[in-house]
């Protein structure tokens, strides 16, 4: 039986818009495991990147709970969010975030230091780099290399740290189809070791690699796809499924 790491009860966020309420997210209850490569997906306006935020200590909800690891960590402290961040948690974002004058190792390296002994760090960074095809451009800047290993380098960056659930924000939405699919490899990877893996996308070929699926319309989840692991020889028949469940939710 899957553990289970992630579980909201009647999850909901409003946002104020001058005088009225916008409800965002209605009610959400859901339960995401360990070892799935779960994502969302939703219509521009649905409330994907906002559960994902309410998630994962960026946002807070406004009603309800959300355990993480069997903690309620709906209206917690900034300093708890910040600890759990540091040690449970990662994200890889769309816009990677990289610091422009540190050059790639010590990007990696960088998000390591304080949470475990400095050799230690950097031992695994260089494992991180080897295993994310980065070792040739360990020096370089960010400036210097492709949008492809920018991304590669966001995603050894947020695994420096043994973080739990790695969250993704449209990870792949800024890089081009071959780039993307270097990226969706690695993740795929990953998760094929056991790496949580929670992401919102808006791409057809990102979702086909996902374990589950959830989709979003006005703020309530209305469709939940189980799809087993990924393989490449079951690549085109998976496209195919999540293409029929989204047109059957009006993607």
């Not at 309420?21 to 649905?46: P, R």
């Not at 946002?59 to 540091?86: C, F, H, M, W």
């Not at 800047?141 to 420096?160: C, D, N």
């Amino acid at each position: 039986m899957k553990k289970t790491i992630i579980e909201t009860k009647d999850l909901c966020k409003s946002f104020v818009v001058g005088k009225n309420a916008n409800n965002v997210l209605k009610n959400i209850n859901i339960s995401i495991y360990e070892g799935d490569f779960t994502i969302i997906m939703g219509s521009s306006g649905s409330g994907k990147s906002t559960l994902l935020y309410s998630l994962s200590t960026m946002d807070a909800p406004t009603s309800g709970e959300v355990l993480l690891y069997g903690e309620n960590i709906a209206g917690i402290s900034e300093k708890r969010a910040a600890q759990i961040r540091k040690n449970k948690i990662s994200f890889i974002f769309q816009s990677m975030n990289l610091l422009s004058d540190l050059n790639v190792f010590e990007n990696i390296a960088y998000c390591g230091y304080g949470t475990a002994p400095k050799e230690e760090v950097n031992q695994k960074t260089r494992e991180l780099l080897e295993q994310m095809g980065l070792s040739d451009v360990a020096q370089k800047y960010p400036a210097e290399i492709s949008g492809g290993m920018k991304q590669r380098v966001a995603i050894a960056r947020a695994l420096i740290t043994g973080a739990g659930v790695i969250f993704g924000d449209e990870p792949t939405g800024a890089l081009n189809s071959s780039m993307g699919k270097q990226v969706l490899d690695v993740l795929t990877e990953l998760n094929a070791k056991g790496q949580s893996i929670v992401m919102v996308t808006h791409d057809l070929k990102a979702a086909a690699r996902a374990t589950r699926l959830l989709y979003l319309e006005d703020g309530r989840i209305v469709g939940d796809l189980n799809l087993g692991r990924y393989t490449e020889e079951a690549k085109k028949e998976r496209e195919n499924t999540v293409y029929t469940f989204l047109k059957e939710h009006n993607w």
